[in-house]
């Protein structure tokens, strides 16, 4: 499950990082700005997407029991 989480990230700030080269680039035409825009709401989309998904699915394995919450031990003084 770890891997996933950390797959899922990855995925995430990939999306992320492709947005914003959507968003630097520029075109040398003015008709490439459309595609660069359409590009650009894709990959904020697929981010938000993903980040949705990994929401849902930490929640499930939560409630199925695939997943523990840890936290940090208590120590006492």
């Not at 709401?41 to 840890?70: C, D, E, N």
């Given at each position: ?21 959507f968003m630097l680039r520029r075109g040398p ?34 409630h199925f029991g695939w997943i523990r919450p ?8």
């Amino acid at each position: 499950m770890k891997v996933f989480i950390v797959l899922a990230l990855v995925a995430i700030l990939a999306a992320l990082a492709g947005a914003g080269l959507f968003m630097l680039r520029r075109g040398p035409a003015s008709g490439d700005a459309a595609s660069r825009d359409k590009r650009m709401a894709r990959a904020l989309a697929l981010r938000v997407a993903l980040s949705v998904m990994l929401f849902v699915t930490i929640l499930l394995a939560y409630h199925f029991g695939w997943i523990r919450p840890g936290g940090l031990p208590m120590v006492q003084s």
